[in-house]
């Protein structure tokens, strides 16, 4: 096995596995989710989603893609707690249901894959405004708030070396351009935790 696999198969399970579920588990415990960007998580959900059926219409190996599934659903996780814990509890059907019909219509004959290129190319503006959203929310907040440290150093490790098996393994200019972006953006909201890390507390509104 090349080191390129052996570094996408790793990202694969230390992504599925450690990136989100810190998340998941801060907002449980601190029962909010507050300073954590509702919009950044709902476009990380559905772009890990448009992903996954992008690289399978594809051929593309599973060891470039296959964390993006699990990533998808943990978000979608993550959302509902947000929703939860912030008394919005009555949006969570529509968003579940939103987004199983999406899924389904991206993974039908309808969707070409023309049409796949087409739209993982619109997806990194959406991803990227996500990114800015959380980096404003934390800059605005005076710290980083439930957003989990150990989280956003996956975030990191996953972005990097997936600029690299895309390079490596597909050598698809939409995804080395996504990552490339994304690397940037998420090295800026490591860099904002680390900045804020001697905080106490939140600005008071």
């Not at 588990?25 to 601190?30: M, T």
Request: net charge positive.
């Amino acid at each position: 096995m090349s080191l390129v696999k052996l570094l996408g198969y790793s990202t694969v399970v230390s992504s599925s596995l450690l990136l989100k579920f810190p998340q998941l588990l801060k907002i449980h415990w601190a029962g909010s989710g507050q300073g954590v960007s509702l919009y950044s998580i709902l476009v990380d959900a559905l772009s890990s989603g448009i992903f996954v059926a992008y690289c399978i219409v594809n051929q593309y190996p599973f060891s470039s893609w296959g964390e993006s599934l699990f990533l998808a659903l943990e978000g979608m996780l993550i959302a509902i707690l947000i929703l939860w814990y912030s008394n919005q509890k009555s949006y969570i059907g529509g968003l579940l249901l939103g987004y199983v019909v999406c899924m389904c219509l991206m993974v039908s004959p309808y969707i070409t894959i023309p049409m796949h290129t087409a739209i993982q190319s619109c997806v990194t503006p959406f991803v990227m405004s996500g990114k800015f959203t959380q980096i404003k929310q934390i800059y605005s907040n005076g710290g980083p708030g439930q957003l989990s440290y150990i989280t956003v150093t996956f975030m990191n490790y996953r972005s990097w070396s997936r600029l690299l098996t895309s390079v490596m393994e597909t050598a698809d200019i939409i995804l080395v351009t996504k990552y490339g972006f994304v690397s940037l953006a998420n090295s800026v909201i490591a860099l904002q935790c680390i900045y804020y890390a001697n905080t106490g507390k939140l600005k008071t509104k």
